[in-house]
């Protein structure tokens, strides 16, 4: 898999991994870890366009859309090895998820052109000091390789709930001219920021926010 990637600065592991836990990543990671499958030269899995989220966290929005729509194939991406293993030990029997439990940067590179439908990335690290914003999910090259994965009228479903972020993430998508606006914030301005929508599930880090702001950008 490509090497040069952008690094990974967060966490991937809380102050332990609890035996319980271990025993989850160990007994049913090795079945969904898209990871190991692609490294072994296996073919991408989905034969239809997936949805993806990057970074879920303990996946409350990911268990919520799976069971929502347990029809469409979905890529859960998080490092965290913690809110791996709780995704994992909530799974239903039936399902239609692959798990990618590293550094999403090493996954962009290697998926087919035009096979994402939606891709979630709520709440990322906001990495406020100036000079780490070079380390925000959302850059010019990352929004190339998303539109690069989404189908047509395919789209980004973002969320923050960090104004200066909020600020960046549209000023970046405002001048990539692959992507058009569909709902939601539209500055960095909390008072402006539309209701969330009802139907849309929120996480661990949405719940603490006193104000949230949700994106919907659509490639062309
Ligand atoms: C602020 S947390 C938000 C978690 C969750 N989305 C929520 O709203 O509760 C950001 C998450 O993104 C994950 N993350 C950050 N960079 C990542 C990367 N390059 N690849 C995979 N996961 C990443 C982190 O491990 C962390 O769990």
């Known amino acids: 898999m490509h090497s040069l990637v952008p690094g990974f600065y967060g966490r991937t592991m809380g102050k332990s991994l609890s035996p319980e836990k271990a025993q989850i990543l160990s007994e ?20 239809n366009p997936c949805w993806m989220e990057i970074g879920f966290g303990f996946a409350e929005h990911f268990l919520a859309q799976q069971k929502q729509n347990p029809e469409i194939p979905f890529i859960g991406a998080e490092v965290f090895k913690n809110g791996v293993a709780h995704c994992l030990k909530h799974l239903p029997t039936q399902h239609k998820c692959w798990i990618f439990p590293e550094n999403v940067h090493l996954l962009m590179p290697v998926i ?23 380390r925000r999910l959302i850059q010019m090259a990352f929004l190339d390789q998303c539109f690069r994965a989404l189908i047509s009228q395919g789209a980004l479903y973002l969320a923050s709930d960090v104004p200066d972020l909020v600020g960046w993430i549209l000023e970046v998508l405002q001048q990539h001219s692959g992507f058009v606006y569909k709902a939601g914030a539209t500055s960095a301005d909390p008072t402006t920021w539309p209701a969330w929508p009802l139907d849309w599930p929120s996480t661990r880090y949405g719940s603490k926010a006193a104000h949230k702001a949700f994106m919907i950008w659509e490639k062309i």
């Open 28 to 47: 049913k990671l090795p079945a969904v870890n898209l990871h190991h499958h692609l490294e072994e030269g296996h073919d991408w899995p989905f034969s």
């Open 112 to 134: 087919p052109a035009q096979s994402i439908e939606r891709i979630f990335i709520l709440f990322p690290d906001p990495w406020p000091k100036k000079r780490h914003h070079k």
